[in-house]
Structures are given as C-alpha cells and as structure tokens.
C-alpha cells in the first residue's frame, strides 16, 4: 500500500491527517463503498480513488480527522489493525413480535402495545418474517427489497 500525499495547494496547517489516519479511513472508505468483483469497479479504497478522496477534503480535513478519532475511540484501538470480523459494520436490525408475521422499525406503530425485540435482520428473514407494509423497514436500512 503506498503512502497518500495531499496536494500542498489544499493543505490547511494544523489538520494534516497522519499516516495512521489515513489507514483507518482508507478502511473505512473500503468498507463505505466496497469493490464490486462482478463488475471489475474498485473500491474507494482503490489507491487511486483513495488519493482523490483525500485531496478532496479540503476544507472538512479537520472534523475527518476528528471523526476518526472517534472512530479509534470506538475501536479500542488502531482501526485498521482490527480483524475484519470486528472492524465490518454491524448487521441492521429490527423489531419483532412473537404471533405477528412481519418485521419492523424501532418507531412502528404496528409495534404498540405489542411484546417486541430486536433481531439481525437476516435472523428476522430466516424465521419467516416479512417486511412491515407500513414502515418498509428494507428500504429505511437498505436491503434489497422484492422489487429490486
């Protein structure tokens, strides 16, 4: 992996990512937009895509940095060098009720009053729930939905 330079023109003294930010959001950015291998596109952590990201940041360098100083905060420890299993991002999830056949959001409505409890939204699928008409929980998360 080589090393991203940014542009002297569009540096802002005192803001300049270091070495290890730039692997954390490199990660980040590659788990954000991921390579898509059936169609040979890269990811945004493509050196080339990556260093454009990079130069690009101008004047938001300082509040990137910032965040991902969180991001650390959140890891425990240098992102980058999590194991994959810990650094991938956490499968959606939604609600549930026994007796009831659909998933939900957190805010439903069909939810009131009801006994309900979060559950991976792939668990939800395999117990044969399906998606709330009402609070179109796939589309609020982003799974594919049986239109596409």
């Not at 959001?25 to 040979?40: K, S, T, V």
């Not at 991002?89 to 805010?107: F, L, M, N, S």
Request: charged share 25%.
């Amino acid at each position: 992996m080589s090393t991203v330079s940014v542009q002297p023109a569009q540096r802002h003294p005192g803001n300049e990512l270091t070495q290890a930010d730039l692997r954390n959001l490199r990660r980040l950015a590659g788990f954000m937009i991921p390579a898509a291998g059936d169609y040979g596109a890269p990811g945004a952590d493509d050196e080339a895509i990556f260093t454009d990201i990079v130069r690009s940041l101008g004047r938001d360098q300082n509040d990137v940095r910032k965040a991902l100083v969180m991001l650390r905060e959140l890891a425990g420890e240098d992102f980058a060098a999590l194991p994959d299993a810990e650094a991938a991002p956490a499968e959606p999830e939604v609600w549930v009720a026994d007796g009831y056949p659909e998933y939900h959001t957190a805010g439903c409505h069909e939810l009131n009053g009801r006994d309900a409890e979060p559950v991976p939204v792939s668990q939800a699928v395999e117990d044969g729930f399906s998606p709330c008409g009402r609070c179109d929980p796939d589309n609020l998360i982003g799974q594919p939905t049986e239109n596409g």
